[in-house]
């Protein structure tokens, strides 16, 4: 079976109503990011942070995924899929992709201050109780806090998602702005003539591999146009 790689970024859910981060609107306005996506901002404020990311959380569980997610998890019937996801929501995985490497964390998930990346402290949050609070500890003691990759913190997933890249037929790129490190550097790591294509309504300020499509178009229009024009998916 072929292989393909998919890099999602925050436009790949704006179609659901979750806010892109440099779009403007939604809650990335109203709560600086060096406050609320840095550790040193949930050193000096966790209470903030925590607030912050509880807000996302309610506001992931009122949406659903769109026809792009969908269309995404579709490909698995013709191909052998890695969905790469810069995204914290889990809409890939409600969409129905069952191969997904979240390089920046998971919001449904919370962990332990003092090791946020050790699994035995990584608890999953249910739909009926989302938020926590200072107070809450994880199982090691320390304060429970946000499951997510902030700036300036290693990317443990990031391997992984290298290794996925090794001999894939195809590489698909669905809005991301390409400007968030290690992430961007995937494409760096697709083999050379290995057909690349990017969905993205607006220019990208990336150096794309020139044999690169760019499908000027929405995450649901977008990968319709990709399943019929280019990768001619018969139904
Ligand atoms: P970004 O906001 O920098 O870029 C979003 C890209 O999506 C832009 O290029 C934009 O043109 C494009 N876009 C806008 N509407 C689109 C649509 N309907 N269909 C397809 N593309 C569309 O996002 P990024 O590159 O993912 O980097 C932002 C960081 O913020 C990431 O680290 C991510 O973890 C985080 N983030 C995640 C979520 C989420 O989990 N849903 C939301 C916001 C931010």
Redo the contacts with the bound molecule.
């Keep these: 079976m072929k292989r393909v790689v998919i890099l ?8 659901s109503g ?6 403007g609107g ?1 809650l ?1 306005d109203e709560y600086p990011v060096e406050l609320v ?1 840095t550790p040193e901002g949930y050193a000096s404020n966790p209470a903030l942070v925590i607030e912050f990311y509880n807000k996302r959380r309610t506001e ?1 569980l009122r949406v659903v995924p769109n026809e ?1 997610h969908r269309l995404v998890a579709s490909l698995e019937k013709d191909y052998d899929v890695t969905v790469v ?5 889990d ?1 890939h995985e409600r969409a129905g992709s069952t191969n997904i490497i979240h ?3 998971e ?1 449904m998930k919370v962990c332990s201050s003092h090791s946020p990346q050790d699994l035995r402290y990584v608890r999953t949050l249910q739909p009926t109780a989302p938020t926590i609070a200072l107070g809450d500890l994880a199982a090691d003691g320390s304060q429970l806090r946000p499951y997510i990759v902030w700036f300036g913190e290693a990317v443990p997933y990031m391997s992984d998602a290298i290794a996925a890249m090794r001999d894939i037929d195809a590489f698909i790129i ?7 490190y290690p ?2 550097g995937l494409l760096n790591y697709a083999p050379a003539g290995t057909p690349v294509y990017l ?6 300020n990336a150096v794309l591999p020139r044999n690169a499509i760019h499908i000027r ?4 229009e ?1 990968m319709r146009v990709l399943i019929d024009e280019y990768l001619k998916i018969s139904k």
């Design positions: 999602t970024g925050a436009g790949m859910s704006a179609e979750l806010g892109t981060f440099r779009g939604g990335w996506a992931l792009g996801t810069q995204n914290v929501d809409l390089l920046h964390g919001l669905i809005g991301t702005s390409l400007n968030v992430a961007a969905i993205d309504p607006n220019d990208v178009k929405g995450a649901s977008g």
